[in-house]
Structures are given as structure tokens and as C-alpha cells.
């Protein structure tokens, strides 16, 4: 197998602390977002979207996407189970899996791609260009915070985010909301059941990737 990383991006360390949770060690290559490494056509030869994370299977198939990435890797390396080991454990880690991204992740990228200089014009990921749109800043800047919100909920009647132990929907949630820090957004104070989740969370080698 081969593993295309950025060592600075949300959505690739997704994909490596699940690599690491399993304790797979898998080539990797690093690809500069930066350095607009991943709009190479070195890189795009592997990827046209031009976005990473990407695993190459030992096949040869091309997996772009965390949840093909996190699915492939628990079929062919079924433990620990970080995908739910019983129909409704999987049925939930899908389901909060999907709301880190939808209520986490796009509201941090829309703060982040719509107000930071370094992505003028490049609003999306992706080989198209698109222009900056402020208002979008500020919608995410307030759905992080109602995304914290909605975790201090959770978390008060939950050790983890989808059921009583470790998986996919941790590490999602875990890195969205440690990434929430480039627009300045922190778990509140007062969140302790959050605050709390996430020092723990930390604290797991995997997180140090």
C-alpha cells in the first residue's frame, strides 16, 4: 500500500490516526498543500481531484476519500473494530461520523478557505479555482460554535461520540475540532464533557501522528 499524507491538513491526519489505531505501518509520501503539491501533475496522475488523502491499495485501486480509506482498512484489518462491531454500533459511527463532517469539518473549511489569504481563489479544494465569499466566514465561525454546542450534548451522556468505545466518529470529531483552532475557535470553558473528551482523545499515541 501506498498512503499520500499533508502533515498540516485536517482530513489527511483523519485518515492517519486510523492508520495508526490499527498499528499499520504503510508507506507514506507527503504532498505539500502549501507548496500547491497536490495540483502537480505528478500528484494529479494519482489523483485528478487533486485532493488528499489518497491509499493505493495493494491492487492497485485508488481510494480518495477517508470513508473508502477508513471502510477498506477495516475489511482487511478487522481489529481493533473501529467501524462498530454490531449493526446498530455501525449504523451510529456512519451517523456521527457524518455529522463531524457536515456540522464540523465544512463549517471550519468554510472560516478558514473564505477568510485566510493564503486561500484567495481557492475557496475549494479541488483543481478548480473559486473566489472567497466573507459571509460564509462568518456562517462558519457560528456553526462551530453550534457544533460545540451539539458535542457538549453528546458527550454528557456518552464516553465517546458514537457509542461506548473508541472509533471513526472519534478520530472525525477529535481532528475537526482540534483544527477549529486556525480561526481562533476553541471548546468553550464551560464544556466540561467536551473538554474532558478531548485531553483524553489527545492523549492517545495515535493523536501525535
Not at 502533515?7 to 492508520?19: E, L, Q, V
Not at 507527503?30 to 491492487?59: C, H, M, W, Y
Not at 457524518?98 to 463549517?107: D, K, L, S, V
Not at 475549494?124 to 462568518?138: K, S, T, W
Amino acid at each position: 500500500m501506498l498512503f499520500y499524507d499533508c502533515s498540516t491538513a485536517p482530513n489527511p491526519r483523519r485518515a492517519r490516526m486510523f492508520i495508526a489505531e490499527k498499528g499499520l505501518a504503510i508507506e507514506t509520501r507527503d504532498i505539500s498543500i502549501a507548496k500547491g503539491e497536490q495540483l502537480l501533475p505528478a500528484f494529479k496522475a494519482v489523483n485528478p481531484r487533486a485532493t488528499i488523502p489518497v491509499l493505493v491499495t495493494d491492487e492497485g485501486t485508488v481510494l480518495t476519500e477517508n470513508l473508502g480509506i477508513a471502510a477498506y482498512l477495516e475489511a482487511r484489518f478487522p481489529e481493533p473494530p473501529l467501524m462498530g462491531r454490531t449493526a446498530d454500533e455501525k449504523g451510529l459511527v456512519m451517523m456521527w461520523n457524518a455529522i463531524a463532517e457536515q456540522q464540523g469539518g465544512m463549517p471550519v473549511a468554510e472560516a478558514l478557505r473564505n477568510s485566510h489569504p493564503a486561500f484567495a481563489d481557492r475557496a475549494i479544494p479541488g483543481p478548480a479555482n473559486y473566489a472567497q465569499i466573507p459571509e460564509l466566514a462568518q456562517r462558519g465561525l457560528d456553526r462551530i460554535g453550534r457544533f460545540f454546542d451539539l458535542l457538549e450534548e453528546r458527550l454528557s451522556e456518552s464516553p465517546y461520540i458514537a457509542c461506548d468505545h473508541f472509533t471513526l466518529a472519534d478520530i472525525s470529531t477529535f481532528v475537526f475540532v482540534d483544527f477549529a483552532r486556525v480561526v481562533k475557535m476553541r471548546v468553550p470553558e464551560g464544556h466540561t464533557a467536551t473538554r474532558a473528551w478531548y485531553e483524553a482523545i489527545k492523549a492517545r499515541p495515535s493523536a501525535q501522528k
